[in-house]
């Protein structure tokens, strides 16, 4: 297969009309010469949903604690609604973009992450299904809810799910698409390079928090299992010409 990039379209970036149609123009132009796998979350449908259903919901180093009411929810708002429109977006641009989550053809197995409830941590990649799709000249679109293996349905966090299936397809670069310039330093600052062993100080000293952590981890998982390439960007400089920080070895 020729090169193959990971895109992760954070929920952050979904909020902004103007980013997103932007994004899915762009994507659709560099996917007629180039595979791509299109992850994305949607933390901010999420908690539009959650609050016209009254359901108040609590995060965990940057995770949702998801119960049963809750996973109903984030499946909802994140296959039934995010997926369906970037599909379309896609679509509308001229893409083969074809929507699934990670259950599909158990493409991404997890397992419970008990304390949080229904959230899943991925355990295993099924490449088939995603094969087949990349192969024949499709591009997933793939939404951040996971099964475990007895087909249970978990809320994953979808930097975590981009990052397994990066690793998975031992791709060549992964770009976390979000509403930052990359990780910001404590002044506000860019920080251009980061090197994996001075993530856990940086999250220590709570330069990194919140939603910035499951991206970070998943940098760092990715790059230590061969991800050639990986960046946290702004959803607005595209992926064409990448500015943010660079995570390596
Ligand atoms: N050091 C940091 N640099 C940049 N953003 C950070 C940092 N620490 C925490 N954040 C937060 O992480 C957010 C991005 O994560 P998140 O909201 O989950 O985005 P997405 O929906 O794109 O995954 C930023 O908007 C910012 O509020
Ligand atoms: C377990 C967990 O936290 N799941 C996330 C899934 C969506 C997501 O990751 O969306 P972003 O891309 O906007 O961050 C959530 O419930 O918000």
Redesign the pocket.
């Known amino acids: 297969m020729s090169e193959l990039t990971v895109v992760?379209?954070?929920?952050?970036?979904t909020k902004n009309p103007q980013v997103q149609s932007k994004f899915l123009e762009e994507l659709a132009l560099i996917s007629k010469r180039q595979n791509i796998i299109l992850v994305h979350?949607g933390?901010?449908e999420i908690n539009v949903l959650l609050e016209k259903f009254a359901i108040t919901s609590k995060f965990v180093n940057?995770l949702r604690f998801t119960d049963a009411d809750t996973l109903s929810v984030v499946e909802m708002a994140l296959s039934g609604k995010v997926n369906r429109i970037l599909t379309t977006g896609l679509i509308k641009n001229g893409a083969n973009a074809v929507g699934i989550s990670g259950k599909d053809g158990k493409s991404v197995i997890c397992r419970q992450v008990e304390q949080l409830g229904f959230v899943g941590e991925p355990v295993k990649v099924n490449r088939k299904l995603i094969d087949i799709l990349i192969k024949a000249g499709f591009l997933p679109v793939i939404a951040s809810i996971a099964a475990d293996a007895k087909g249970n349905i978990m809320n994953v966090n979808?930097?975590t799910l981009a990052a397994s299936i990066a690793t998975a397809f031992k791709v060549q670069k992964l770009i976390?698409?979000?509403?930052?310039a990359?990780?910001?330093?404590k002044n506000n600052n860019t920080i251009k390079e980061i090197k994996i062993k001075e993530i856990n100080s940086?999250i220590e000293d709570k330069?990194?928090?919140?939603?910035?952590?499951?991206?970070i981890k998943g940098c760092a998982e990715s790059v230590k299992k061969g991800v050639k390439e990986v960046w946290i960007a702004e959803?607005i400089s595209g992926i064409q010409k990448i500015r943010g920080t660079i995570i390596k070895k």
């Not at 992760?8 to 970036?13: D, E, H, I, T, Y």
């Not at 976390?176 to 930052?180: E, N, Q, R, Y």
């Open positions: 992760k379209f954070g929920g952050s970036s979350g933390g901010p940057g979808a930097d976390f698409l979000t509403d930052v990359g990780v910001l330093d940086l330069t990194i928090t919140g939603g910035m952590i499951p991206k959803g």
